[in-house]
């Protein structure tokens, strides 16, 4: 998806339009159409950032769901008997859904030039459920942690790793959103006075 | 990437009104001043908005630290022996130093009118140590949870009470340090244009 992305607004930035208009003004303004321009640079390298943080959620998270969901090798070797482990699921399951949706939407709106959010409320929405779903993963991620420790004290099985690493894969996807938070965090705020 | 398609000939357009603007501002200045006036109003209310939260923050560490430091009845009901909440002790500690810290510089800023550091280095710090201590807190309030958990299964004494409690102080301080990470977010993310 980074490749139609790069593509695009080198196509669009050289475009002859903004110099003509560059021109018409003179030399009273010419720093208000590279100032918008910047922003549009700034605003697609912001663009691509974020979809490339929320796909790496989106792995990172999947890869959770899936480990700890095949994560049973019977008696007490089935991650539905912890509730820890099944906090990890529930919230591995959250997060793929949140971000594939996310993916979708912003791949969507770059081929169908469409917004299926209006701008205002995309960033907030955008913003909150980014930060919102960074907290839960950490959340789950932490809680789950101190019981696969006691248990790999005991013993160290398939269980336990499969466990470890559905967590720490819940902790990567931990920091993708984080970072995809900061950034939308940063759109939230710059776009309420434009 | 499909947006600054879209949105450049919506944007440029305007443009030249906005730079007209600019000038009659130039000669009446009614607009600048007022705008500056009101920048200065939102900045005076997110500071104290910020420091409100961190003192919060302050206040819900520091009684989850003394809580959980005095959780000591003896046999196996004293808090240093799971490492859950050693884990819970130390952030409320870091927690508490850092709210602290930045409570005093910023009541010493305001009645010393000095800074102590530069008000850009300050934006980033408080930033990352808001986000990071917020992550910090929740994190070691969801490790601990579990185990509390169980153990009030089995006996619901004074120490598991403590113990609950002061997992809950951690709670406040994370939502308290979580909200102060918002406000200094948006100032970070409106200072580098200024």
Redesign the interface.
């Known amino acids: 998806m980074t490749k ?2 790069d593509s ?2 080198e196509e ?1 930035t050289p ?1 002859p ?2 110099a003509d ?1 560059e021109n018409q ?1 003179g030399g ?2 010419g720093g ?2 590279s100032n ?1 321009l910047q922003r ?1 640079r700034r ?2 390298f912001l ?2 950032c974020s979809l490339t943080f929320r796909a790496f959620g989106f792995l990172f998270s999947l890869l959770a769901f899936l480990i700890m969901a095949t994560n049973k090798h019977g008696d007490w070797r089935e991650f539905d008997k912890y ?2 482990y099944r906090y990890v699921l529930a919230i591995a399951i959250l997060s793929t859904l949140y971000t594939g949706l996310q993916i979708w939407r912003q791949i969507h ?5 469409k ?1 299926i959010i209006s ?1 205002q409320n995309a960033a907030i929405v955008d913003f909150i459920g980014d930060q919102v779903v960074a ?1 839960l993963l ?3 991620a ?2 789950a ?3 696969t ?1 006691s248990m790999r004290q005991g013993a160290d099985n398939i269980f336990t790793d499969s466990s470890a690493s559905a967590i720490s894969m819940e902790f990567f996807a931990f920091f993708s959103l ?1 970072l995809s938070a ?1 950034i939308s ?2 759109k939230l ?2 776009q309420t006075y434009i």
Chains 1, 2 share one sequence.
């Open positions: 139609p992305d695009k607004p669009t475009a339009p903004a208009v003004r009273g303004g208000g159409v918008i549009w605003e697609g663009k691509r509730e820890e709106e770059f081929y169908t030039t917004e701008r907290y950490l959340s789950a932490s809680a942690v101190p019981l420790n984080g900061l965090g940063y705020s710059n």
